[in-house]
T-cell receptor, first 111, second 116 residues
């Protein structure tokens, strides 16, 4: 199974961009990178996913390196409501049927 | 996660009782997943079901736990003879289909089970 490594915690000032890194050096060619977040014990919220190309949606941008061994989730203008645990997940089954959540990065957005 | 409904949101049981957790997937979704989150830990996959079929139950404890997703009605996660170690948040997720195409799962708000 492809594993991910994330820093345990990060701080970001409100209004600034939050850049959350993730290493997945053992990722295989058909595995997607997913990002979810969990705000204070709520259900995880889907953010974005990608395979090879960079992706952007209304919530965030996902930058995947050319060798696909790492990626960065970018929240362009962090707000206090973005304070959460962010999970980087590589779909190890190839079918998105069993998401494996690690310990994630606890992002604290401050005034 | 709008659309995935779980009930009850909070459930208190005494040791030895049964707990029944319900999950109604988003409209149009036919795949359901159950996860468990122990205090201060990440989510752990339990089981993946389609209508009337268990596809992957590799994360389910061998005893006391069962899950179903009948043709009609919600998916049910059943825990028999609960013990204090079963206290956790149980999350349900759904997706419209599963393929190697990056389909996503959408999560419900969870059921917090407390075993006294």
């Amino acid at each position: 199974d492809a594993k991910t490594t994330q820093p345990p915690s990060m701080d970001c000032a409100e209004g600034r961009a939050a850049n959350l890194p993730c290493n997945h050096s053992t990722i295989s060619g058909n595995e997607y990178v997913y990002w979810y977040r969990q705000i204070h014990s709520q259900g995880p919220q889907y953010i974005i996913h990608g395979l090879k190309n960079n992706e952007t949606n209304e919530m965030a941008s996902l930058i995947i390196t050319e060798d696909r061994k790492s990626s960065t989730l970018i929240l362009p203008h962090a707000t206090l409501r973005d304070t959460a645990v962010y999970y980087c997940i590589v779909d190890s089954t190839g079918t998105a049927s069993k998401l494996t959540f690690g310990t994630g990065t606890r992002l604290q957005v401050t005034l | 996660n709008a659309g995935v409904m779980q009930n009850p949101r909070h459930l208190v049981r005494r040791r030895g009782q049964e707990a029944r957790l319900r999950c109604s997937p988003m409209k149009g979704h036919s795949h359901v997943y159950w996860y468990r989150q122990l205090p201060e830990e990440g989510l752990k996959f339990m089981v993946y079901l389609q209508k009337e079929n268990i596809i992957d139950e590799s994360g389910m404890p061998k005893e006391r736990f069962s899950a179903e997703f009948p043709k009609e009605g919600p998916s049910i996660l059943r825990i028999q003879q609960v013990v204090r170690g079963d206290s956790a948040a149980y999350f349900c997720a759904s997706s419209p289909e599963v393929a190697g195409l990056g389909e996503t799962q959408y999560f419900g708000p969870g059921t917090r089970l407390l075993v006294l």
